[in-house]
């Protein structure tokens, strides 16, 4: 099996076929999400929150990112590996876009960039789809804009939705290859995917966008607390690491754990 290009996600478009995106920061992630057949695997901003531990993305810099993308790069074999453009890299000027993701295209960290916003950054995805870097979209909710936004809330909603198609519009006509909807109505999202010949992925976005993507750490129950409404959790390896690790401390208590199988005896 090749590596997933732009040509298969838009296929899958056409013929109805939706498929499932996933964040992953790391080596097994990738790996298991590869073998598993998750076509595009995102490294995201969102390493912020479930990586390195800030509270939000913005904090987040192109140098975190590196060694991330590295690891998720070299170890999926087949699936599309995008990175995130971090707060901060891209938004100053079209030349400060293509100097950013110039660097992960060129490291050969990622196979395409995702940036936030609509209409506002057409000029920075038409250079860097001028310059041969595909470009994924994110509107409706964008987390490195949540001071203005005034926090995590539903976008789009009411005279919003003219927005979000506008937005939508806009960034397909720019050369985006997929756009990302987070926390948007339904319905919305529904008439933006029925608009674009590009596929839509969602979050937060209903059932009708042709893909979804979860971050991995929400989609396996790994992150404790309440998760967001969005979130399905499809397993709770949180709960399955806090036993294993339990068990392992116990086990030390005790002296079974190292047993003789686990021991040099010359
Ligand atoms: O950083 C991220 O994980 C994202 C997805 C939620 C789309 O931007
Ligand atoms: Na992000």
Not at 173 to 193: D, L, N, Q
Not at 209 to 222: E, K, S
Request: some cysteine.
């Amino acid at each position: 099996q090749r590596r997933v290009r732009i040509p298969h996600l838009l296929s899958m478009k056409e013929k109805g076929q939706k498929w499932a995106m996933l964040t992953a920061y790391d080596m097994y992630a990738a790996e298991i999400f590869d073998e598993a057949g998750i076509p595009v695997l995102l490294v995201g901003d969102s390493a912020g929150n479930n990586v390195y531990g800030f509270e939000t993305t913005v904090p987040v810099t192109v140098d975190h990112l590196v060694p991330l993308c590295r690891a998720v790069t070299s170890a999926a074999k087949h699936a599309m590996v995008v990175a995130d453009l971090p707060f901060g890299s891209y938004q100053a000027s079209p030349q400060q876009a293509l100097a950013t993701a110039t660097r992960f295209m060129k490291e050969g960290l990622a196979h395409a960039v995702k940036l936030e916003g609509g209409a506002a950054m057409v000029p920075e995805v038409e250079l860097l789809v001028r310059a041969g870097i595909p470009v994924m979209g994110h509107i409706g909710f964008t987390p490195q804009s949540e001071h203005v936004l005034g926090g995590y809330r539903v976008q789009g909603r009411g005279a919003g939705a003219e927005k979000l198609m506008d937005d939508a519009l806009a960034l397909e006509a720019a050369g985006c290859f997929a756009v990302v909807m987070e926390m948007v109505p339904a319905p919305g999202a529904r008439a933006v995917t029925e608009a674009l010949h590009i596929p839509t992925i969602g979050i937060g976005a209903g059932p009708d966008c042709d893909a979804q993507v979860l971050v991995w750490q929400d989609m396996a129950g790994l992150r404790g607390g309440r998760a967001p409404r969005f979130v399905k959790k499809y397993a709770d390896l949180r709960g399955t690491l806090t036993d294993a690790a339990r068990a392992y401390a116990a086990d030390v208590a005790a002296g079974t754990f190292p047993a003789e199988e686990h021991s040099f005896w010359e």
